[in-house]
């Protein structure tokens, strides 16, 4: 299992969370998803490695912007 970390910008709510969590689980590997509006961060795990620019597209596409941490 790889997991990836990003750090989201904009979300100021659940229903924010809600909306990545639905875009996000859309990409492809994708099992698990872990994210929080109050620290901004978005874990994204799977068996395989995810495709990055799937999940910032993603995230982009719920109406927020992200970017990889470490």
Do not use: K, N, W
């Not at 874990?43 to 597209?57: F, N």
């Amino acid at each position: 299992m790889t997991t990836t970390e990003f750090q989201v910008t904009g979300m100021t709510c659940g229903h924010c969370e809600m909306s990545v969590r639905e875009e996000v689980g859309e990409v492809p590997g994708v099992e698990g998803i872990e994210v929080s509006h109050e620290t901004g961060r978005l874990v994204v795990s799977g068996p395989e490695a995810i495709d990055e620019t799937a999940v910032l597209a993603a995230v982009e596409e719920a109406g927020y912007e992200a970017s990889r941490v470490g």
